[in-house]
């Protein structure tokens, strides 16, 4: 079961190199073509802290963004306008203003010269035929095609970077009925392009449809798609709007519509990101919502859900005290693994977070779901509520068991050891459970929380 693992490296980091803990974004930090780079400090065993560094905000794999630069280095004047140079070719061939010119013009050709190029993932104008001539493509793009284009570009499947992994239609459906059924009449939509997508879709075919979405994602293919007041271009772990003023006022503007009221934002981030730059982000997203028009109510936290593997709580609970986890199964649909309705740990972990009262998310009773009267909260059909822990404490979708001796609820797989005194996997090794922190070596706490570390 995984876990928020930062030690494989932010973007650039040196291979090798053991712990690193995230500092932020840093004022006039050096960028990369994925926008202002984080900035991060080398961790050893027992030295309270390392060198500095920045890194990639978006990729922690270097093969997809080899960016590093030291903190305290001084970069000469050839190496900065080379660096310009290189982060300017590597951004997308045409701009947001002129896809949306191109997809205008796609829209008025008959059936038989619509053309989509599969290799570079592009909607095609007769006159760019003879450059793709080798290429693979799709003829006969219908409008329903161009109106579902998670359907027809390729999901980019790298888990650090993009894991675009899309929902099901299950999952879909519940979240856009359960946002019409909370009375919200406009969805930021942070990286969930299906959600975004059958909101345009209901839009376009239903007069008297009123929910409106904005889709911020880091995939700019899907520009081609949407008009600039439906699309921003957007790196959810820097808060960077590639668009620039412009598209941040997009933003802004959708947010404060009606003094900030009836929004919520929907955010599925990919699983191997870092849960503290995730979270700064939305911070700042929840900040311009609540900068409404004079007289509005900006005391109010934005409503989020927040789409995430249930084993990262403790980590999103420090940065969001106020969240409460629900029992639903999110799934999705080119996830082997992630899937609904499987036994036992073939479960999708995935759940929701969201900082709205429990007893306001009504689960399908149909799939199992129940509404448990003493948490005044729905949950699945395995959460049975414990008498001693007054909750229901299933994490899992599974039973799980009330130890005495730990004094609270595990799974039902654990075992409690005499030698670690503590709950475990019958099989586990009893020495792991004597190594202290990483950083400073001392025991009782992990080294993404040592005091150790300055964090942010």
Known sequence: EGGDKMADGGGGAPEGWGGLSLLGLAPGAPSCPHGPALLFVKTSQGKEEGRKFYACSACRDRKDCNFFQWENEKVSEARLAAREEYNRIHQPFFTHRQNVERYENFVQLPLSKRRFCQECQQLLLPAEWENHLDHQFLCGISNAQLKSPSELLHPLENKKTNAQYLFTDRSCRFLLDLIINLGFRRVLSVGTPRLHEIIQSKTSQEDDFRVRSLLLDIDFRYSQFYMEDEFCHYNMFNHYFFGGEAARETCRKFLRQ???????????????GLVEALASSFKKLMAMCQEAEEGGDNSQEMPMFWIFPY??????????????????????????????????????????????????????VEEGYRFCAICQRYVSSGNQHCEICNSCTSKDGRQWKHCVLCNKCVKPSWFHCNNCNCCALQNHACEEAGTGCFVCGKAGHKRSTCPSLSRT
């Open 311 to 364: 084993f990262f709580e403790s980590r999103i609970l420090e940065f969001f005290p106020s969240f409460k986890m629900m029992d639903y199964q999110v799934d999705y649909d080119n996830h082997a693994l992630y899937k609904h309705g499987k036994s036992g740990r073939r479960q999708s972990p995935v759940r929701i977070f969201t900082n709205l009262t429990p007893s306001m998310i009504v689960l399908p």
């Open 258 to 272: 009606d003094n900030g009221e009836g929004v919520i934002m929907v955010t599925d981030p990919p699983f191997g």
